[in-house]
């Protein structure tokens, strides 16, 4: 059985635990209004994504929402809007996000639905080619704002395209395309690891239950299910 992290109030009234699965909890009580907002970021981000599949990771941010098991997008939009969820992935050079705004007297199927997100996204084939035409799209409209085009190419100047840092996050038109349904899977298995979890929480809750209900979704156990 885990020992249990009693958490260590830190700076500014945030308390500290460790979770069970080696990733860690700040927790923040904020009492103005009934919500509970949320980060899971997970360290490594587009930092994982191996050169020739640029773009990987932002497709990855673009699927995580489209299916679990028994829902596929639809049904899992209808779950999140039943509860009052919002939900949003998103990558830069360093992180893997998910943010997530919910109801505290909604928090725990709400923050039950964000971890079988985190843990079971099935990423479907045919919501991965979707995506991927769309990524394609975007990539070419880019060439229209000039100051999201000039980032790019700075960047690649400053830091080489051998760099993370140097490659654009959403991918370029090659790397999109050379991302099948099992690169993905592999790309979400290298992001998605618990030991590199930070949660950071803030709203209507008390830390000892904010960490009773974030380590039943997003502890060791949860994971090896």
Do not use: N
């Amino acid at each position: 059985q885990a020992v249990v992290d009693p958490g260590q109030v830190i700076a500014g009234g945030i308390t500290r635990f460790k979770l069970s699965s080696g990733g860690v909890l700040l927790v923040k009580p904020v009492h103005h209004s009934p919500l509970v907002a949320a980060q899971f970021q997970f360290d490594g981000g587009q930092r994982l994504e191996p050169p020739q599949l640029c773009g990987g990771m932002s497709l990855l941010a673009r699927t995580l929402l489209k299916g679990v098991p028994g829902m596929d997008a639809p049904a899992l939009a209808q779950a999140m809007d039943d509860l009052g969820l919002a939900l949003g992935p998103q990558v830069d050079a360093d992180r893997f996000i998910l943010g997530f705004q919910a109801l505290s007297d909604k928090l725990e199927p709400s923050l039950a639905l964000a971890g079988k997100v985190l843990r079971e996204a099935t990423l479907p084939d045919d919501e991965l080619s979707k995506e991927k035409a769309r990524a394609l799209k975007d990539l070419k409209d880019k060439t229209d704002s000039p100051d999201d085009y000039v980032a790019d190419l700075f960047s690649a100047a400053f830091f080489g395209s051998k760099s993370a840092y140097g490659r654009p996050i959403d991918g370029d038109a090659a790397g999109i395309k050379r991302v099948g349904p099992a690169q993905l899977r592999q790309l979400r298995d290298a992001a998605l690891r618990p030991e590199h979890l930070l949660v950071a929480l803030v709203g209507d809750i008390e830390p000892q239950r904010a960490r009773e209900v974030v380590e039943a979704e997003l502890g060791t156990e949860a994971w090896t299910v």
